[in-house]
């Protein structure tokens, strides 16, 4: 197991409790120190890889590389996001689309990528050797200009990210597509975690509080000694990262912390499962005043429902988001629509909307249902003047907005409404957060399924189970599934390009937003197109490798290729987890 820093402490096998003198340097100045040393140590071993001549010392020496990067996980992706993801990259193109005029087509490089390679047959050592050479550039020049500078929350926030890191994306396999090294790359993670704790242990007025985290880390490292196929993430999850969200909370009072703002996560989450753990605002252009977000709401749900705001009178926004199917409308396509009725619950929670990422936020997206000629039909002047004309609708936006009735405050106060729709109050909320103990053995194990050997989670990452992920939830991804046209065989692809029709870059065809899963009970049929009519259905499509499973040529597909092996008594468990995320 890696150590970051070796300079001052020994590894976890000494249980001693260890403290930093008045003499020793600040924590910041050995942290950044070490962290340095550690990006060395990780190039030298990138170094050793890039001049191998056989696939043992290749292996040998990404190994060694890896963990070096995995003790250093906490840091870089703290301090230097951009570098972070692109180094930690899966093995496909990275598209960034700012806008028409802006379009970035990125190879990726980094340590999935130099994983994937080395295990391809025939053994391909130009090929790595290439990869190797450029993420060992992008270390150099990380460690050649790495000024950390870090406050007492920003350390609250760095191991929060981390420990949320762990149980979302490190166990599942993410980021270790082909070693499934994941539980052991964890124990180095925590074992990073502590020695920044050690470090800072002279903010600690509570000495026994950093002894309850070296007891929980220490368990926490325990359960990892496991097998990935098998490892029990439900319990993991319960018993262990939710008792270190606990621990932060309070550090964060024993260090007398005070935040300046809040990022995705509210600053004193205690579990990932629940209403009270995201900062709603960060997903949205504007900070709501916490007063008025209760009348906001009710006058958006007014709204949503009201038929006036289309041109004929006769359509709302709960015509095609119906409440009793988890706001979508049960058809396969809504006529004169191109594609299925998205769930609109938890839509709040990612950063791209509708199917093709069209839109950047929900204000946004009502602007095309309202000038939609197959939707509302209608413009944003006339939609203010309907509401204007209804006196109670004028009313209460004078109570609410300081402008009266604008087409914005309309769009603002239904999505207001919208940003409602994270309930958390699930079956399986309630049995992770302890308030209930119902779920059977069959959902568990789907759970550990999905977020396992099923890899279900390396795109919809839980806790909302969309494709925003964690622990920044700055992006939203779109994946290439291959999804047919009709079931029929043999099978054709889907005439619809999804993320290309935007920018009409084309290595975008077919590309879908990644949305929740999340009430999946009630929001058959499934895909873009609906073509799937059940749940039993979908997972076959997944289970036998997507379109190309299907015999479709598909160059840029995302979704693995190969068969997931999965059992029918493993289908049904997944299938039983998922109808268990089902909102009371």
Request: hydrophobic share 35%; net charge neutral; glycine share 4%.
């Amino acid at each position: 197991m890696v150590c970051l820093f070796t300079l001052n402490f020994g590894c976890k096998n000494d249980e001693s409790y260890v403290t930093i003198n008045t003499e020793s340097p600040q924590p910041l100045v050995v942290l950044e120190d070490n962290y340095k040393t550690t990006l060395k140590s990780c190039i030298i071993a990138l170094e050793a890889l890039e001049n191998a001549t056989n696939f043992e010392t290749a292996l040998a020496n990404y190994k060694k590389a890896r963990n070096h990067f995995k003790s250093i996980e906490p840091i870089i992706a703290f301090v230097d996001k951009n570098n972070y993801t692109a180094l930690n990259a899966p093995n496909i193109l990275k598209i960034e689309e700012e806008d028409a005029t802006d379009i970035k087509i990125k190879n990726p490089f980094g340590f999935q990528v130099i994983e994937e390679i080395l295990h391809e047959e025939p053994l391909d050592l130009i090929s790595i050797s290439k990869i190797t050479k450029k993420t060992k550039n992008r270390l150099k020049l990380i460690e050649q200009n790495t000024y950390i500078k870090l406050k007492n929350y920003h350390i609250i926030w760095l191991i929060r990210d981390q420990v949320v890191r762990i149980a979302l994306t490190g166990i599942t396999g993410f980021d270790s597509p082909i070693l499934e090294n994941s539980l052991n790359e964890a124990q180095i993670s925590y074992a990073t975690i502590e020695d920044i704790l050690n470090l800072y242990s002279t903010n600690f007025s509570n000495k026994e509080l950093l002894n309850q985290w070296k007891s929980e880390i220490k368990a926490s490292t325990k359960m990892l000694n496991g097998d990935f196929n098998t490892f029990d993430r439900y319990n993991f999850i319960k018993n262990h990262t939710h008792s270190q969200l606990k621990l932060l909370n309070k550090t964060i009072k024993d260090w007398d912390i005070e935040f300046p703002f809040e990022l995705a996560f509210n600053n004193n989450i205690s579990s990932l499962f629940s209403n009270k753990t995201f900062n709603i605002d960060f997903f949205a252009d504007y900070v709501e005043v916490d007063s008025l977000k209760t009348k906001k709401q009710k006058l958006g749900k007014a709204l949503f429902n009201d038929t006036k705001l289309s041109n004929n009178n006769r359509m709302s926004c709960a015509t095609c988001h119906k409440q009793e199917l988890a706001f979508t409308d049960g058809l396969k396509t809504f006529p004169k629509q191109k594609r299925n009725t998205p769930t609109l619950s938890y839509s709040a929670l990612q950063q791209s909307f509708f199917y093709d990422g069209r839109t950047g936020n929900l204000e946004g997206q009502i602007v095309d249902v309202v000038n939609n000629v197959n939707e509302f039909h209608s413009n944003l002047t006339n939609l203010s003047k309907v509401v204007e004309l209804d006196t109670i609708y004028h009313n209460s936006f004078k109570k609410l907005y300081p402008q009266g009735v604008t087409d914005a405050n309309i769009r603002n106060a239904i999505a207001v409404y919208v940003r409602s729709l994270n309930k958390f109050n699930s079956k399986f909320d309630n049995n992770i957060n302890n308030l209930e103990n119902t779920l059977t053995a069959s959902e568990i194990n789907g759970f550990n399924l999905f977020m396992g050997k099923a890899k279900c989670s390396t795109c919809h990452f839980a806790p909302v189970f969309n494709g925003t992920v964690p622990p920044n939830f700055t992006e939203t991804e779109f994946e290439l599934l291959g999804v047919p046209k009709s079931t029929d065989l043999p099978a054709v692809a889907d005439t619809d390009l999804g993320r290309y029709d935007v920018f009409k870059t084309p290595e975008r065809k077919h590309f879908f937003k990644t949305p929740t899963i999340r009430n999946i009970s009630k929001t058959a049929p499934y895909m873009h197109n609906g073509i799937y009519l059940d749940l039993e259905s979908l997972m076959n499509f997944y289970n036998n490798g997507g379109g190309t499973g299907l015999g479709l040529e598909l160059k840029h597909q995302t979704l693995p290729t190969d068969s997931l092996n999965l059992k029918s008594n493993e289908i049904k468990d997944i299938i039983a987890f998922m109808q268990s995320l089902e909102d009371k």
